[in-house]
């Protein structure tokens, strides 16, 4: 594809359309069958939505938000916004109505695409820019603001053309999942992200005969960069699944050749497994005798016996796994939170091409990543080309390059606290680097990263359970699980009861910040005890060590799972 420095994010599709616009480009579930669109196709509609967006009177960098699961629509209208230099504000489809509000807002937006007209009802009455919205199904609209796609569409359209905009353009604000307070707008240019999207092919390149399934939401920026911009690049395939319930499926049928991915499918698969294969069972012994000889294959360890046994092993374990996952992957792209080792020994150990990467919503979004034939899987993988890594005195992880955001929406204070003078920005993470390779250690702030990769800030989250006077002591965990816990300190006795008061007060968090598992304890923590501080703050790391046997024991009970109304 013929890029230079001065091209902008509207020119992947206007190239790709022009040299390949027969050839397949996206594939979605209509309900009642696969639907196929070519890249010409695509052309086409973005035309289309191009010419509506003018009737609206929008003007180059005004805000345009949707909201709106995987689909092909998503990606019209992306890129119709692109070609008119209007700025896209992609909202998680599943967010609360009052979080979705306060981006709206904060970011000023003046239209709103959305699924049915049930999201603009629980919206409407606290969004307070939004001049137009546009109904992608369901009944005829109730009010003049609003108006369904049919008949907002005109029938002709006009044709793509390139963006006027510069690469230092603003593209997108992609609002965080927040750390403390409400979410942060992003600011990514054009050239942030094609530059990410230039250096990730490079390390791990995509090809014009990939088909990706693209499962994590398009407003997740992993997803976004490396997913749905690259394969545009590249000339791939993507089909959107319809959704995790029906993804087991959706992979089975589709036999993607790529997956962009977050630890948490990986634990899903892997509690699936283990409930097939009960410890102790011959199947399990089988199960782990495959991993432990694919895992010393990986590592280079192999001996004599491991090289007789593994064509039995790969026939009877690891390709019933491969052909669960399609038959044709490739590759397999893992982010946005840690890959447990325990995850990277089973899943590599089977055969199956995992490369982890490392970066954030503010750069775009990949840092670093393994490459596929120079893969260690305890790290993250080194440097992208263009991109400066390095770790500061107190081993916090800095990086520059292009990538860089241009800063946080409305908020230059917060934006002076993670991009210095002299262009580091600051990614709060703990890290060395070892013959170019980054291992992430931890993170300077107390933040607890779910294995989603959503993120919930642990003291914030105290502050308000500890309002409840039942509670006397409280402290919250989860780093790298699926769902938050909670080891307190009360006199009361009934865990439903603490579990549900709990949630009470974090009902002003977003809907991830619930606590599912918990468990009491009989005995304060204490100065003396080892397990305060003299100042009074909790000791984390010694209250994980001393409770271990009991955080273990409180994963194995999920009320949110037991009881709907406090998830």
Request: charge should be positive; hydrophobic fraction near 45%; charged fraction near 25%.
């Amino acid at each position: 594809m013929n890029l230079t420095d001065q091209s902008n994010l509207s020119d992947l599709l206007v190239e790709r359309a022009r040299a390949t616009p027969e050839a397949p480009a996206y594939r979605r579930h209509d309900g009642a069958r696969w639907v196929d669109w070519t890249w010409g196709e695509v052309a086409h509609a973005v035309g289309r939505w191009r010419a509506a967006f003018k009737k609206e009177g929008l003007k180059p960098g005004d805000r345009v938000a949707l909201c709106l699961r995987n689909r092909t629509e998503w990606v019209v209208f992306d890129q119709a916004a692109l070609e008119l230099g209007l700025v896209s504000v992609p909202l998680y489809f599943d967010d609360r109505p009052d979080n979705m509000a306060w981006c709206l807002n904060d970011a000023g937006a003046r239209l709103l695409l959305v699924e049915d007209s049930s999201q603009w009802a629980a919206l409407k009455a606290i969004t307070r820019t939004i001049e137009r919205v546009i109904y992608l199904e369901g009944a005829a609209p109730p009010d003049a603001s609003a108006a369904r796609l049919e008949d907002w569409l005109p029938a002709v359209g006009e044709p793509i053309a390139r963006a006027p905009a510069g690469p230092d353009d603003l593209a997108t604000i992609v609002y965080t999942s927040g750390t403390t307070g409400r979410p942060k707008g992003v600011m990514l240019s054009h050239r942030n992200i094609l530059s990410n999207v230039v250096a990730s092919m490079k390390a791990i390149p995509v090809r014009a005969t990939d088909r990706f399934l693209s499962f994590l939401p398009l407003s997740h920026t992993l997803e976004r960069t490396c997913g749905y911009y690259t394969a545009i690049w590249a000339g791939a395939q993507t089909v959107y699944a319809r959704g995790i319930s029906a993804l087991a499926e959706d992979i089975q049928a589709q036999k993607p050749t790529a997956l962009i991915a977050v630890p948490r499918i990986f634990e899903r698969i892997w509690g699936r497994m283990q409930e097939q294969m009960p410890a102790g069972s011959f199947k399990r012994r089988l199960f782990d005798k495959a991993v432990a000889v694919g895992w010393r294959r990986f590592c280079k360890q192999a001996g004599f016996g491991d090289r007789l046994l593994w064509p039995i092993l790969k026939l009877l374990v690891a390709k019933k796994l491969y052909r669960r996952l399609g038959g044709r992957i490739r590759l397999i792209i893992v982010g946005g939170a840690a890959f447990a080792p325990n995850l990277a020994r089973v899943f590599i150990g089977l055969g199956l091409p995992i490369v982890q990467g490392y970066g954030l919503t503010e750069t775009a979004p990949v840092l670093a990543a393994n490459r596929e034939h120079d893969n260690d899987p305890a790290s993250v993988g080194c440097a992208l080309e263009g991109i400066e890594l390095r770790c500061d005195e107190n081993g916090e992880l800095l990086a520059r390059g292009p990538n860089v955001m241009l800063g946080y929406w409305n908020n230059p204070q917060a934006t002076a606290a993670v991009i210095d003078q002299d262009g580091w920005f600051h990614t709060g993470d703990l890290a060395h680097i070892r013959g170019g390779r980054v291992y992430i250690t931890g993170r300077v702030k107390e933040i607890i990263v779910l294995s989603s990769g959503e993120k919930v800030p642990p003291g914030d989250a105290e502050q308000v359970i500890l309002q409840d006077p039942v509670f006397e002591q409280a402290m919250v965990l989860g780093e790298g699980r699926p769902k938050l816990g909670l080891l307190c300190v009360s006199k009361l006795n009934d865990l439903k009861e603490l579990c549900d008061r709990a949630n009470q007060r974090l009902r002003d968090f977003p809907g991830y910040a619930r606590i599912c598992h918990i468990a009491r304890l009989a005995e304060p923590w204490t100065v003396e005890n080892g397990l305060l501080t003299p100042t009074l703050k909790l000791k984390r790391h010694a209250i994980e060590k001393t409770c271990a046997r009991e955080i273990e024991a409180m994963y194995q009970v999920d009320f949110c799972r037991n009881n709907r109304g406090s998830a």
